[in-house]
C-alpha cells in the first residue's frame, strides 16, 4: 500500500524567505501527485497537480511553483514568502483501482510566515 | 466548472445521528467519497459510492446519493467523541485526473 511522507511536519519561516516542501511517495510507480494548501478553518484548495515527471499543472495563479524532478518525488517552493502563504500543505496521490480512484494524503507541514 | 459544496459546521448530541449533506454540479460524476481529517492530520478516505448507486452502508455509516438533485449525505449513527473530525466530500469522473474536495464540515460532540 502507498505510504506518503512529508517533510518538515512543521516550519516557521519569515517573510520573504524561500521555501522547499517535500513530499516522497512509496508502494506505488507512476502515480498522480498532488499538493493541497488548508488555510486555518477552510477547506483545500488545490494548488497544484503532476501526471508524470516533469508535467505540472497549476490551478491557482500564486507565489508559489512545484517540480517533480522523479516519478514519487513532489516539490513546492517558493522564492519569496508572503503571509498569506501561511497553512497547512497536504500532498497527496492517486491510486486507481479497477473500480474507483482513491486519494491518499501525506501527514501535512503546518507553514508559519511571520 | 466543477464544485462541491457543504456547510461548514455541525454539532450533535454524543448518541444521537449526525447526518452531513453535500451538493455538487458536475453532472457526469462517477465517484463520490468522504474523507475525514482528525485535528492536525491528513484526510483519510471514509468511504465512497458509484453514481449508479444510490445507497451504501457500512457499520454506522451510510451514504444516500440522490443524482437526480445532485446531492449526497453521510449519516454517521450513534455517533461518538471519537467521530469529531472534519468530513470533506469529493467527486471525479472516471477521465479526470483530479478530485475535486468540499469545504469541509467541522463536526463537534457535545455530551
Known amino acids: 500500500s502507498q505510504t506518503i511522507h512529508q517533510w518538515p511536519a512543521t516550519l516557521v519561516q519569515p517573510v520573504g524567505s524561500p521555501l522547499s516542501l517535500e513530499c516522497t511517495v512509496e508502494?506505488?510507480?507512476?502515480?498522480?501527485l498532488y499538493w493541497y494548501r488548508q488555510a486555518a478553518g477552510r477547506g483545500l484548495q488545490l494548488l497544484f497537480y503532476?501526471?508524470?515527471?516533469?508535467?505540472i499543472s497549476s490551478e491557482v495563479p500564486q507565489n508559489l511553483s512545484a517540480s517533480r524532478p522523479q516519478d514519487r518525488q513532489f516539490i513546492l517552493s517558493s522564492k519569496k514568502l508572503l503571509l498569506s502563504d501561511s497553512g497547512f500543505y497536504l500532498c497527496?496521490?492517486?491510486?486507481?483501482?479497477?473500480?474507483?480512484?482513491?486519494?491518499?494524503f501525506g501527514p501535512g507541514t503546518r507553514l508559519t510566515v511571520l | 466548472g466543477e464544485d462541491v459544496e457543504q456547510s461548514l459546521f455541525l454539532s450533535v448530541r454524543e448518541g444521537d445521528s449526525s447526518v452531513i449533506n453535500c451538493t455538487y454540479t458536475?453532472?457526469?460524476?462517477?465517484?463520490l467519497y468522504w474523507y475525514k481529517q482528525e485535528p492536525g492530520a491528513g484526510l483519510q478516505l471514509l468511504t465512497y459510492?458509484?453514481?449508479?448507486?444510490d445507497m451504501k452502508q457500512d457499520q454506522r455509516l451510510t451514504v444516500l446519493l440522490n443524482k437526480k438533485d445532485k446531492h449526497l449525505s453521510l449519516r454517521i449513527a450513534d455517533t461518538q467523541t471519537g467521530d469529531s473530525a472534519i468530513y470533506f466530500c469529493?467527486?471525479?469522473?472516471?477521465?479526470?485526473?483530479?478530485?475535486?474536495f468540499g469545504s469541509g464540515t467541522r463536526l463537534s460532540i457535545r455530551p
Open positions: 497527496a496521490c492517486t491510486r486507481r483501482t479497477s473500480t474507483y480512484n482513491e486519494q491518499f
Open positions: 458536475d453532472s457526469s460524476s462517477t465517484y
Open positions: 469529493a467527486e471525479t469522473n472516471s477521465s479526470a485526473s483530479k478530485i475535486i
Open positions: 508502494g506505488t510507480s507512476n502515480p498522480n
Open positions: 459510492i458509484f453514481s449508479n448507486m
Open positions: 503532476s501526471v508524470g515527471i516533469g508535467q
